[in-house]
């Protein structure tokens, strides 16, 4: 049987666990090679970033739901920091890059 191919982004490569949940599902599928390669490498970044499996599984099912709604990046996430032809946007850059967190509000006495 013929290999399929499925594009992947332009800094990030497709994982076996992601192309096997969109093999699974045609239409899904489709969505996805519709896609330019910016929006599947952010897909495909939202997903990478994952730092616990259940996290990463979460993550592909929501691609594979967000796909069928119509969306062609994920949702809420602030973009691919791995990306070398732009800057990391300043917010990314301090809770991305430098995990920074917002100052927490001390309690009043």
Known sequence: MARIEIAAGVVHEMPAD??????????????????????????????????????????????????????????CWAGCIHRTDKPVSPWAQRVLVDKQRKPTKAKAK
């Open 18 to 75: 992601l192309r096997k949940a969109l093999l699974a599902d045609k239409s899904a599928l489709e969505r996805w090679q519709a896609l330019t390669p910016l929006g599947r490498n952010e897909f495909l970044c939202w997903v990478e970033d994952a730092k616990q499996l259940e996290t990463r599984k979460r993550r592909i099912e929501r691609t594979r739901e967000e796909l069928l709604e119509g969306k062609r990046r994920p949702c």
